[in-house]
Nanobody, 119 residues
């Protein structure tokens, strides 16, 4: 079991920056692939960025070049640095930990943190 707690959300003007953090506890952080998802009102949850246990990263096209995901296995934390924010980035951002084990997928979610970008 992994417990995830996000922080760092808030209200920011268009063009501004925020850094989200997600602290994990309860299990060995380094064995999990980590992702950030977001969900805007009336829309499906979508993958924003992911970082593997080998620190390979991937991004949604909409955030490529603006967002950076990173992890610190000593601090059990994954970060999402968000630059050049625009109102379309407004959503609840969720941290996800995922592990494949013996053919089974294990997913854990945080409670989410609100990001609001004003125009």
């Amino acid at each position: 079991q992994v417990q995830l707690v996000e922080s760092g959300g808030g209200l920011v003007q268009a063009g501004g920056s925020l850094r989200l953090s997600c602290v994990a506890s309860g299990s060995t952080f380094s064995i999990y692939n980590m992702c950030w998802y977001r969900q805007a009102p009336g829309k499906q949850r979508e993958l924003v960025a992911g970082i593997s246990i080998s620190e390979r990263t991937n991004y949604a096209d909409s955030v490529e070049g603006r967002f950076t995901i990173s992890r610190d296995n000593v601090k059990n934390t994954v970060y999402l640095q968000m630059n050049s924010l625009n109102p379309d980035d407004t959503a609840v951002y969720y941290c996800n930990a995922r592990r494949m084990y013996w053919g089974n997928r294990y997913d854990y979610w945080g409670q989410g943190t609100q990001v609001t970008v004003s125009s």
